[in-house]
């Protein structure tokens, strides 16, 4: 086998390792969009609302799923609470 073939880990750099430690640190789109998607599904754990309730400022760079974010967080709360009402 060639060294083409030896997985990406390998060939990654410091810087990112780094940057994707960072993106861990920061909120982001992908991360709070995918939970708000999953709580429409089925009710969240207490870690992904922590989690959620930690990415819902998105990107502080950019708001580029801002208006997509704030809609389907809003049919999570009221999902939600008619979840709460019939229990």
Do not use: Q, W
């Not at 989690?51 to 809609?71: G, I, M, T």
């Amino acid at each position: 086998m060639t060294s083409s073939s030896k997985p990406d880990r390998e060939k990654r750099s410091f810087s990112d390792a780094f940057y994707d430690g960072i993106g861990a640190l920061l909120p982001g789109c992908s991360t709070a969009l995918e939970l708000v998607e999953t709580g429409l599904e089925r009710p969240l754990t207490l870690r992904e609302k922590f989690v959620l309730f930690y990415n819902s400022p998105l990107c502080l760079h950019c708001s580029c799923n801002r208006d997509r974010f704030d809609e389907e967080r809003l049919k999570l709360r009221e999902l939600d609470r008619e979840r709460r009402e019939t229990k």
